[in-house]
T-cell receptor, first 115, second 118 residues
Framework: DTEVTQTPKHLVMGMTNKKSLKCEQH?????MYWYKQKAKKPPELMFV???????INESVPSRFSPECPNSSLLNLHLHALQPEDSALYLC??????????????FGSGTRLTVV | AQTVTQSQPEMSVQEAETVTLSCTYD???????LFWYKQPPSRQMILVIR??????QNATENRFSVNFQKAAKSFSLKISDSQLGDAAMYFC???????????????FGQGTILTVHP
């Protein structure tokens, strides 16, 4: 299995809703990432987990709450979002240690619309 | 802070022709990695090619090759024999090699939209 799987593919939520995005990989990667991408813009890093611990938080508002329950799973909990949070949310994973496969593996993303 | 600049918002090429996408970067580090990622309308970011800064030899992957000029901090992507399936947004990306670890923050350029004409 060489994929990063993200669910759901599309999500529409109201500003008072609570929802979660899910990301799963079975490649044995111990680093996992959340990126936010606006249309025709580059991805922006939100969070990095290494060995299931949060190692980088790029000053993301607290309405976004990440969770890494185990080495294969990464969640992003959403609460009280704003319309400007509408974007494509990409999950990625990579090995921790030097490895010939230096690139990240990205999922196909969740297209989030906040109404 | 590291920055990555792609000066061509859009490029176009005829099928079977060659196109070069430009990328420059700014860093004070000496050991780092550079990448080109492709993002088609399906949204998934796909790794096209990668280059280790300490390697002088330019990386190649089938029809894709790079021209890495470390002193000039330039990292261009050449696509030969362009195919319709190459149409996508292409991102240049940089990551420092931090203590031999293979993870960390990817810094992306603004992207170049490539159109391939039949």
């Amino acid at each position: 299995d060489t994929e990063v799987t993200q669910t759901p593919k599309h999500l529409v939520m109201g500003m008072t809703n609570k929802k979660s995005l899910k990301c799963e990989q079975h490649m044995g990667h111990r680093a996992m990432y959340w990126y936010k991408q606006k249309a025709k813009k580059p991805p922006e890093l939100m969070f990095v987990y290494s060995y299931e611990k949060l190692s980088i938080n790029e000053s993301v508002p607290s309405r976004f709450s990440p969770e890494c329950p185990n080495s294969s799973l990464l969640n992003l909990h959403l609460h009280a979002l704003q319309p400007e949070d509408s974007a494509l949310y990409l999950c990625a994973s990579s090995p921790i240690h030097d490895n010939p496969n230096y690139g990240y593996t990205f999922g196909s993303g969740t297209r989030l619309t906040v109404v | 802070a590291q920055t990555v600049t792609q000066s061509q918002p859009e490029m176009s090429v005829q099928e079977a022709e060659t196109v070069t996408l430009s990328c420059t970067y700014d860093t004070s580090e000496s050991d780092y990695y550079l990448f080109w990622y492709k993002q088609p309308p399906s949204r998934q970011m796909i790794l096209v090619i990668r280059q280790e800064a300490y390697k002088q030899q330019n990386a190649t992957e089938n029809r894709f090759s790079v021209n890495f000029q470390k002193a000039a901090k330039s990292f261009s992507l050449k696509i030969s024999d362009s195919q319709l399936g190459d149409a996508a947004m292409y991102f240049c990306a940089y990551r420092v090699n931090a203590g031999g670890t293979s993870y960390g923050k990817l810094t992306f350029g603004q992207g170049t939209i490539l159109t391939v004409h039949p």
